[in-house]
C-alpha cells in the first residue's frame, strides 16, 4: 500500500529487500532511496523476504514521495518559512518583554559569576550561581555529567532534571549588558513550559546549550 493505493505485487521470496525496492520502484516510479518500506518494522535491503517472514498475502506499506512532489511542496514551504523569520524578526527583544523587564530591572546581581567577552569556555566545575529566575529568586545551575542530570537549586529546593527531558535551550543577550545572558530550558511541550534564568554569562551560554542538548558528547 503506497499513497492510499493498494497494488498486488507477485515476488519471490528469495529475492532481497533491495530488489523489492526496484519493483515499488517500477510500480509507483518512487525512486528506492526514496522508499521507505515497512513490514513488522522497517525492511531491511540485504535479507530475503523468506528471512524476515514475508509469507504469502502479507501486507507492505511504503511511505516517500516522488521528487515532483517534493519539488512541489518545497518552494511554498521555503518561503512559508521566509515569511515566519520575518515576523520573528519584527517582534521586539525578549529583554523588553514586560514579564522580564520586571526581573531584568532589578540590575545586575551583586554575587553573578564575572563574565568574559568574546570568549567561549568550557562549563566550570563549580555550580553556576548568583543568577535570578523569573520569580527575581537566586538560581544556580550545577551540571551533573556523570548523571546526566541538571539541577536547578533555589532556596526553597533543588530540581534535579535528566537532560534527556530537556526539548530545548534558548538564550539572548541582555541589552546594555550583552556580555551575560537570559536564558530558558523547555521542560515541557510547550514555550509555556520555559525556566528562565537571567544574568547568565556569555562564556558559558554555548557549552550549556551544547551540555544539555548532548553535543558535548562529540567533541
Not at 523587564?101 to 567577552?117: A, F, H, N
Not at 548568583?130 to 537566586?138: A, E, I, L, P, V
Not at 515541557?188 to 547568565?200: C, F, I, Q, R
Request: with cysteine; net charge positive; aromatic share 8%.
Amino acid at each position: 500500500i503506497w499513497n492510499k493505493n493498494k497494488y498486488d505485487v507477485k515476488f519471490c521470496l528469495d529475492s532481497t529487500g533491495a530488489k523489492l525496492k526496484q519493483k515499488i520502484h517500477s510500480l509507483t516510479g518512487l525512486p528506492p532511496a526514496m522508499q521507505k518500506v515497512m513490514f513488522k518494522g522497517l525492511l531491511p535491503e540485504e535479507k530475503t523476504l523468506r528471512e524476515i517472514k514475508v509469507t504469502n498475502g502479507a501486507k507492505i506499506m511504503v511511505v516517500g514521495s516522488t521528487i515532483n512532489d517534493v519539488l512541489a511542496v518545497n518552494t511554498p514551504k521555503e518561503a512559508a518559512q521566509q515569511e515566519v523569520k520575518a515576523e520573528e524578526n519584527k517582534k521586539e527583544p525578549l529583554c523588553r518583554q514586560k514579564q522580564h523587564r520586571k526581573v531584568l530591572d532589578k540590575g545586575k546581581p551583586d554575587d553573578v559569576m564575572p563574565s568574559v567577552k568574546g570568549v567561549q569556555e568550557r562549563l566550570p566545575t563549580v555550580p553556576l550561581s548568583g543568577m535570578y529566575n523569573k520569580s527575581g529568586g537566586k538560581v544556580r545551575l550545577t551540571f551533573k555529567l556523570e548523571q546526566d542530570q541538571l539541577w536547578i537549586g533555589t532556596k526553597e529546593r533543588t530540581e534535579k532534571l535528566p537532560m534527556g527531558s530537556i526539548k530545548n535551550v534558548v538564550s539572548e543577550p541582555i541589552e546594555g549588558h550583552e556580555d551575560y545572558h537570559m536564558m530558558a530550558f523547555q521542560l515541557g511541550p510547550t514555550e509555556a513550559s520555559y525556566y528562565w534564568v537571567y544574568w547568565v554569562p556569555t562564556q558559558y551560554v554555548d557549552a550549556i546549550k551544547d551540555t544539555v542538548l548532548g553535543k558535548w558528547q562529540y567533541f
